[in-house]
């Protein structure tokens, strides 16, 4: 039996046979893959393509994520902070543009404290009870991650990066730690919070064996979504020399993941979009089923820059969502207005 055939059916292989997928270069073995990720897709979620609407509301950062193009040593980067009312404003003109899920996506800013974010989470279910509201603000402690998700909060998410102790550490300054990051991601999955975690490929110094090592790491923490996509140089970084992590590789993850944990939900990232012209696309064909279109204002989409070249800086998001529809249509599925919840989620 080949690998793929062997993945679909036990939702797992050896460490050396998922290095050997990964590694895969030759194409017949890349489009049986992708092919059956995609028929894994469609038996769950069908040709049904979720959208979340993504607001940047600050780009001030207390950490110093060596890959990102706002750590807070990058004196270059113009800092902004949305008000409470420009939130509420992109995610009044978001619903009315069909969105019903809203991610509210920031740096580690410390205006917004537990007490400026819990009524602001309160006013966004009040005014929009049928969506769902994630939170993307990375590292917290345990009762904030509590009193969030009592205030409202349906999901959140935060990329575990990598899954390997050293390599984290080579990413990362010496202040932030591995445990903590794992400690986060565990909370939030006890609170009851549907979870995203999700890995960078390509990233400088990765291996193919701490990409096995996130996908083992993903079989254990089951998260509701995984957000991949590759790295990209941003020019103020001490990354900028290096190199952009492979599409082929991230396409090849998604379909694997897919394999691995065929109801999770998988997006089809912006990063994957701007490496390439068509990432999406290739994303989905890949056996993605989610993308993220930006809802932030314009006038603030060219300052969250995480990497460089990044793609629908200058697009209204009526534009986005118009162009990401058309995108899905072309290959042969459909953008759906739902919350898109993760199959086996139950509301409460
Ligand atoms: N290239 C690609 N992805 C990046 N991210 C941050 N910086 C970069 C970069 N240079 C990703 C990280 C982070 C998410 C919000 O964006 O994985 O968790
Ligand atoms: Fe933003 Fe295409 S999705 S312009």
Partial sequence: MNLTDKLEKNKDLTDSEFEELIAAEDEDTKEYLALRARAVRESIYKKDVYLRGLIEFTNYCKNDCLYC?????NKNAARYRLSEEQ???CCDSGYKLGF????????EDAYFTDDVLIPLIEEIKRRHPDCALTLSIGERERDSYQRLFDAGADRYLLRHETADKAHY??????????EHRMKCLYDLKEIGYQVGCGMMIGSPGQEIKHLVKDLRFLQELKPEMVGIGPFI???DTPFSDKETGSVDITLKLLSIIRLMLPDCLLPATTA?????????????????NVVMPNLSPTDVRDKYLLYDNK???GDEAAECIRCMTLRV????????QSRGDHKNFVKN
């Fill in 100 to 107: 019903r899920t809203f991610v509210l996506q920031g740096g």
């Fill in 233 to 235: 140089p941003h020019h």
């Fill in 311 to 313: 793609i629908c800086t």
């Fill in 69 to 73: 193009g706002i750590r807070r040593s």
């Fill in 169 to 178: 550490e080579s990413l990362h300054p010496k202040e932030m730690s591995f």
């Fill in 272 to 288: 994957l979009g701007t490496a390439d012209g068509l990432g999406r696309e290739k994303g989905i064909l890949a056996g993605a």
């Fill in 329 to 336: 249509k072309k290959v042969g599925y459909e953008v759906v």
């Fill in 87 to 89: 939130i509420l404003n």
